[in-house]
């Protein structure tokens, strides 16, 4: 009787330590878009009218490394209905994760307005700009994983 508490046991116990653990980037409310109607139903269904605000990528990651040594980081991904979103910046000494990442990049991600056909320097200007990072860095490194599952790397160095 005591092998078959003990095989039952290990399940368990590794059941919930697993279960224990947690995501820290995991955004917990996601940014939803803008509605004049948020009190309003849509027709035919018991939703609210706002909805989760889709980028035009699932995916997005920059790394920049100013003159000086100093790392900028910001992900964004999406899966389903899992967001995860964190932003490591030593140039600001800040490091966010989870809801308070996605406040802080949901602005900067919903002015891009690009996609997979823009030329690389466009793309590269576009997030400089928009991210609000000084324009002598070394190194930038961006992934984006469109919409449509396209994945495309960006990179410039000075």
Known sequence: MKTFNY???????????????SDKDEVENPPVAENENLGDNKPGTNEASSQKIDFTFKSFELNVENA????YE???ETEGAETEASIDDEINDKKLAGDEAM???APKLEKLEFNQDAPEDEV?????K???????FKNLELD???SD??????????
Do not use: H, R, W
């Open 144 to 146: 984006i994983t469109y």
């Open 149 to 158: 599952g396209e994945t495309k790397e960006y990179t410039e160095s000075k």
């Open 7 to 21: 095989f039952l046991g290990i399940p368990l116990m590794t059941v919930f330590a697993l279960g224990g653990c």
């Open 103 to 105: 406040e802080q990049l």
């Open 124 to 128: 590269i200007a576009e997030v400089v």
């Open 68 to 71: 000086d040594g100093k790392k």
């Open 130 to 136: 928009d991210f609000e990072l000084n324009e002598d």
């Open 74 to 76: 910001a992900e964004y």
